[in-house]
Every structure is written in structure tokens, then in C-alpha cells.
């Protein structure tokens, strides 16, 4: 076995990474049309995005929530960056004249109804993802997990097809039932995706140590929105994740299972491109759920 060094404890939160020629740290290297893909999911002025996940069926089936896309989810396009979504849900309900960039799923394999989750396969080809003119795929990868080896060359093929055609990677950190869901486990994962070439990371928050996360990390990370909390904790959790140096979340059943999906995105979209408070986000939330 390798020596294995100590983990790292300079991480310089203070000092963000520079992004000279390119808003985005760690981007300013890639083409031309690369970098456009990613400026059409991130917004250049914020230099954040608020993606809405709408990919949970992959896998899940009809989450509550998903039951009716073209019902729940449609409405709220025009108040997202940015939709996360498969391309079985692309081509058959989101209308081919929406100016909103995709994102789409890219691995798969077992259901929920499998105790081993991380047995996936990439699930397209990146000649469909062309076709159908996506802003970037995403690709899970468990690291830890126990098929982690096969999940890593998954992403790193995606990212060589992606190389060749300008699309950009997004690569999920996974977390098994049995992984701690620490800051260090994190910073581990983030950094191994990054490291093997994904473009950015979509990762979860953590109350201790996400600035470390983000700071590790020579990408983009936008956070994951996971399981659904009160809106008040979901508008904490997006505004500590941004201050703390993510580039915006890819946020699913925290807005579309809200009692009051629109007003929710709204109020989303305040915290991560205008810094708004919770308090503040949560105020404009509950007018316009009131306001209808």
C-alpha cells in the first residue's frame, strides 16, 4: 500500500480562488463553447445559479411532487436557471421553444427497490445529449461506495465525450446509507471529482466546515437541496452554502413538494443572486404564498 499523507488544514477561506477571463473559478481554460454552456447555467452577473432537480424519477419513479410535470413543474421554468432533468422528461413534456438550459441525468442503473444503489452505469450517449442541445449532464459518483471504481471511470468517460463535443460534466457526490456525511468526507469526494476532470460538483451541505468543501475544491460546487426541510431551514441552508462559497444549488423537492412551489423558487432565487437573509427570502415567500 502507498504511504497515504495527512489530510491538508490550509485552505485560506478567506481568499476565494481566482477566475482570470472567466467568472467561474477553474473555467477560464475551457473552450469556447464550453464556457457558454456554463454561462447560460450560471449567471455571469451573480456568478450563481439556482438549478430546479427534477431528475428523481430516474430512479424513484413518480416522487411526490413529480406525479405531473407538465403541471408542477412547468409552471415554474421561467423562475430557474437552469433544469435538472432526465431526457425521457426533456423530450416528451418541456416544450422544444423553452430559451432555459438542460441539464440531463446521464447515469443510472438500479432502482430504489435494489438495497445497492451505486451499481450505475452511464445511461446516455453524449451524441444525444448534442442532439438534444443540453447545457451540461450530470453523473453520479460514490466515492466509498462499492462499486466506487466503476462510477469514477463512468464519470471520467463522460468527461472525455464531453471534452470532445463542449459539453460540461456536473459531478454528483453520492452518499450510501452507511457514509458519513461529514466535511471531511466531502472535501474528499468534491476534490477526487474535480481532480478527475468534471466541470463542476453538485454536493450537500454541511453545518460544520462547508467553507472548507468549497475552498478544496478548484471548481464549482453548487448544493444539493436533499431531503425536504421547512422552508425557513431550506432558505438557512441555500444562504449558508452561498456565503459560505457555493456557486448556487440544484434544488428539487425543497420547491417542488413546498405548499407553495412558485413562492418558494422566488424566494430562492433572492438568497443565492441578491444575498437576501432567510428571513428576509422567507418574508417574500409568505406574501406571495398568501398573494397566491
Known amino acids: 500500500m502507498p504511504e497515504v499523507d495527512r489530510e491538508g488544514d490550509r485552505y485560506a477561506t478567506d481568499r476565494p480562488q481566482q477566475a482570470p477571463g ?7 481554460q475551457l473552450d469556447w463553447g464550453m464556457k457558454n454552456r456554463l454561462a447560460r447555467v450560471f449567471s455571469p452577473s451573480s456568478g450563481r445559479t439556482v438549478m430546479l432537480a427534477v431528475d428523481h424519477g430516474y430512479f424513484q419513479g413518480p416522487t411526490s411532487g413529480l406525479e405531473r410535470i407538465d403541471l408542477s ?4 421554468l421561467p423562475s430557474c436557471d ?10 416528451s413534456l418541456v416544450p422544444a421553444e423553452s430559451p432555459k438550459p438542460m441539464v440531463l441525468r446521464a447515469s443510472g442503473g438500479p432502482s430504489i427497490l435494489r438495497e445497492e444503489l451505486s451499481d450505475e452505469q452511464i445511461a446516455m450517449d453524449m451524441d444525444d445529449a448534442v442532439r438534444l442541445n443540453a447545457a451540461g449532464v450530470g453523473i453520479q459518483v460514490f466515492i466509498g461506495g462499492e462499486h466506487e471504481t466503476r462510477s469514477v471511470h463512468n464519470m471520467t468517460k463522460l468527461v472525455d465525450a464531453g471534452l470532445r463535443t463542449g459539453i460540461p460534466v456536473m459531478g454528483i457526490t453520492a452518499v450510501g446509507k ?32 462547508f ?18 426541510l421547512a422552508e425557513l431551514d431550506a432558505l438557512t441552508m ?13 434544488m ?9 412551489p412558485k413562492a418558494m423558487i422566488a424566494a430562492i432565487n433572492a438568497v443565492v443572486h441578491k444575498n437576501a437573509k432567510p428571513k428576509e427570502a422567507y418574508d417574500l415567500f409568505s406574501a406571495m404564498k398568501v398573494g397566491g
Do not use: W
Request: proline residues 3%.
Open 82 to 91: 437552469a433544469l435538472f432533468c432526465t431526457r425521457g422528461v426533456l423530450r
Open 178 to 209: 452507511n457514509m458519513v456525511r461529514d466535511a471531511k468526507y466531502f472535501r474528499l469526494a468534491c476534490r477526487i471529482i474535480a481532480e478527475l476532470g468534471a466541470q463542476y460538483v453538485k454536493t450537500y451541505y454541511v453545518d460544520d466546515g
Open 73 to 76: 413543474i412547468l409552471p415554474l
Open 252 to 260: 428539487g423537492r425543497n420547491i417542488f413538494q413546498s405548499e407553495a
Open 238 to 250: 441555500a444562504y449558508n452554502a452561498v456565503q459560505q462559497g457555493a456557486a448556487g444549488v440544484d
Open 211 to 228: 467553507e472548507t468543501v468549497t475552498a478544496s475544491c478548484p471548481v464549482p460546487i453548487v448544493m444539493a437541496g436533499g431531503k425536504k
Open 22 to 28: 472567466f467568472f467561474l473559478k477553474g473555467s477560464h
